[in-house]
């Protein structure tokens, strides 16, 4: 769990400063897919399905 976790905020960052930079291409796609799959093997995969099932929800009900 501790390296995951540590991978994720690694990759995390990684991936704030290629976006903020606006540096887009292969490299920053591989940090994107690798940070989502370390998150989704994080205790924070539960929340965030939870989260995205409750604007998916609230946003049919508009």
Same mark, same amino acid.
Request: no cysteine.
């Given at each position: 769990?501790?390296?995951?976790?540590?991978?994720?905020?690694? $990759? /995390?960052?990684? @991936?704030?400063?290629?976006?903020? =930079?606006?540096?887009?291409?292969?490299?920053?796609?591989? *940090?994107?897919?690798? $940070? /989502?799959?370390? @998150?989704?093997?994080?205790?924070? =995969?539960?929340?965030?399905?939870?989260?995205?099932?409750? *604007?998916?929800?609230?946003?049919?009900?508009?």
């Amino acid at each position: 769990m501790a390296i995951t976790l540590s991978l994720v905020v690694l $990759f /995390g960052l990684v @991936l704030f400063f290629l976006l903020r =930079s606006k540096t887009l291409g292969y490299g920053s796609a591989f *940090v994107a897919i690798m $940070f /989502g799959f370390f @998150l989704a093997s994080t205790g924070a =995969s539960g929340p965030i399905n939870q989260l995205t099932h409750a *604007v998916i929800d609230a946003a049919s009900k508009l």
